[in-house]
């Protein structure tokens, strides 16, 4: 009688060492896959996102190019102040860091590039504004 039981966990090892061996290849092979599509996402979440700041960007630096095509033609187009404004905004936007995107002060230029737009349209008396901004900013905090 005393054997039986011997037998009994002899008999059942095998199967929890295979248990185990399937759960551990399950891991590693979910893992992997974890890593390849969060990679992926993170890949398209970072093209979104890129494609957006490079879209405002382009609508500001549209403005100025308009602006001072009309400052080349006529000096006296805009106030010395918005001419100021302008010039502010246009070394804003040259000097925001398009090839270095994880660089902390995007977020802080960004934001002044806006601020300075709203007082120059705000100064001609011009309702103008980017209207991409609010909707991709809202379908993100949708997304996440």
């Known amino acids: 009688m005393d054997h039986q039981p ?22 590693k092979t979910g893992y992997n896959d974890g890593l390849v599509s969060g990679k992926e996402e993170g890949r398209q979440v970072g093209l979104k996102m890129g494609f957006q700041v490079g879209e405002e960007l382009g609508f500001y630096q549209g403005c100025l190019d308009v602006w001072t095509s ?10 010395a102040r ?19 995107p994880e660089n902390e002060q995007v977020q802080d230029i960004m934001e002044k590039i806006r601020l300075k737009f709203r007082a120059i349209t705000a100064s001609l008396g011009v309702k ?14 949708e997304d996440l």
């Open 6 to 27: 011997q037998n009994d966990v002899d008999f059942l090892e095998p199967s929890v060492l295979l248990d185990e061996t399937h759960y551990q290849e399950g891991y």
């Open 82 to 100: 918005v001419r100021k404004n302008i010039e502010q905004l246009a070394a804003l936007v040259s000097s925001y860091p398009l090839s270095d």
């Open 128 to 141: 103008l504004e980017y209207d991409g901004r609010p909707a991709a900013s809202k379908q993100d905090v």
């Open 70 to 79: 009309a400052i080349r033609i006529d000096q006296d187009a805009f106030s």
